[in-house]
């Protein structure tokens, strides 16, 4: 089992800055990917950016060159910065691990925080 839990989301002004952590507790040494995801009212869970165990970065298009995602393996953190945030990336933000045990595949999921960008 694995615990996610995010921190850091609120309220920021279109063109400021913001940073999301999520703790990860449990079985974090099955974790092979951990990523972020968001929904905005009305619309599916997309995804933002994941980095793999092996330190592979992918971002969806609409947030590269604004938001970059980083970890601290020793504090068992992952963080996205949120960098000239746009009023269109309000939305919940999830974080999301993939892990591996026993040849089995599990997917957790954090409660969510909310980011909400003013214009």
């Known amino acids: 089992q694995v615990q996610l839990v995010e921190s850091g989301g609120g309220l920021v002004q279109a063109g400021g800055s913001l940073r999301l952590s999520c703790l990860a507790s449990?079985?974090?040494?099955?974790?092979?990917?951990m990523g972020w995801y968001r929904q905005a009212p009305g619309k599916q869970r997309e995804l933002v950016a994941t980095i793999t165990r092996g330190g592979s970065i992918n971002y969806a298009d609409s947030v590269k060159g604004r938001f970059t995602i980083s970890r601290d393996i020793a504090k068992n953190t992952v963080y996205l910065q949120m960098n000239s945030p746009k009023p269109e990336d309000t939305a919940v933000y999830y974080c999301?691990?993939?892990?591996?045990?026993?040849?089995?595949?599990?997917?957790?999921w954090g409660q969510g925080t909310q980011v909400t960008v003013s214009s």
């Open positions: 999301n691990c993939n892990a591996e045990f026993r040849a089995s595949l599990y997917v957790y």
């Open positions: 449990g079985s974090t040494f099955s974790i092979n990917l």
